[in-house]
């Protein structure tokens, strides 16, 4: 496995207009980027941290991903992300280890990544996203 840094922490948040001034007025980051993802039913929110990001998430449908959790568990972190290179060899060699993933094959994220989850079941607990620049 090839994995460089955490590329970013996900946090589900009901409204990124009531969260974003937190961020940047409490704790002085600056909000270089906000995009929706359709595929996803979610709008981001990112902040850079050293090289690595905290995204916010806000659901665009109640029934998408995120609104799910925020209504099961509230606002609060949703998912760890790692950089990788070779994301759909990656998988391959998770699934012939028998780690049950969400994603079998890659699908396009925020930000023009490429991205796979792997179940919480197999992490103990953490949602974890694998995220792989394909312009690199």
């Not at 916010?56 to 609104?67: A, F, K, N, V, Y």
Request: aromatic fraction near 6%; proline fraction near 5%; include cysteine.
């Amino acid at each position: 496995m090839d994995l460089s840094h955490i590329e970013h922490i996900g946090i589900a948040v009901k409204s990124l207009e009531e969260a974003i001034p937190f961020w940047e007025k409490q704790l002085g980051l600056k909000c270089y980027s906000i995009e929706e993802v359709p595929e996803q039913k979610v709008r981001t929110a990112f902040f850079k941290v050293g090289q690595s990001k905290i995204e916010l998430l806000e659901s665009t449908d109640p029934e998408g991903p995120i609104g799910k959790f925020i209504e099961k568990k509230g606002e609060g972190v949703h998912h760890i992300a790692i950089a990788t290179n070779g994301l759909q060899a990656n998988l391959t060699e998770l699934d012939g280890k028998g780690v049950q993933l969400i994603d079998k094959t890659p699908r396009k994220g925020a930000e023009g990544l490429n991205i796979a989850f792997l179940h919480p079941k197999a992490t103990r607990g953490v949602l974890l996203e694998l995220c792989e620049d394909p312009a690199k």
